[in-house]
C-alpha cells in the first residue's frame, strides 16, 4: 500500500507565508513527478506547481514569485512555500505523485487526502 500524507493547512492573513509537506510512505520503488494541487469552492482542481525527479518546475502563471515547490527525495517528501499569501489563494491543496510500487509494471497517479488553506483579507 502506498499512501501520500499532506500537512501543514491552516488559516493566515494576506501576506502571510505557509509551508505544505507531503510524505509518501509505502512499498515504493519510484518516483517521478511530484506536485500540488488546489481546489477552491465551487471550481475545479487546479495545478498550483510540479517538480520532476531532475528538479524542473512549473508553476501555473498567478504564483509564479510567490510560491516555491521543492522535494527532498531521501524523504519521500514534496514541499510548498507558499508567501505573500492572497485571499483567492483560499482553497484545498492536494498533493500528488507519479509513484512505482515495488513489483509492479508501471507508474500510478496517487493522491493526498488534502489540506485546508483559508487566507483572510
Known amino acids: 500500500q502506498v499512501q501520500l500524507v499532506e500537512s501543514g493547512g491552516g488559516l493566515v492573513e494576506a501576506g502571510g507565508s505557509l509551508r505544505l509537506s507531503c510524505a509518501a510512505s509505502?512499498?515504493?520503488?519510484?518516483?517521478?513527478?511530484m506536485g500540488w494541487y488546489r481546489q477552491a469552492p465551487g471550481k475545479q482542481r487546479e495545478l498550483v506547481a510540479t517538480?520532476?525527479?531532475?528538479?524542473?518546475?512549473n508553476y501555473r502563471d498567478s504564483v509564479k514569485g510567490r510560491f516555491t515547490i521543492s522535494r527532498d527525495d531521501a524523504k519521500n517528501t514534496v514541499y510548498l512555500q507558499m508567501n505573500s499569501l492572497k485571499p483567492e489563494d483560499t482553497a484545498v491543496y492536494y498533493c500528488n505523485a507519479q509513484m512505482l510500487r515495488l513489483l509492479s509494471s508501471g507508474f500510478s497517479d496517487y493522491w493526498g487526502q488534502g489540506t485546508r488553506v483559508t487566507v483572510s483579507s
Open positions: 509505502g512499498s515504493i520503488f519510484r518516483i517521478n513527478a
Open positions: 517538480i520532476t525527479n531532475g528538479g524542473i518546475t
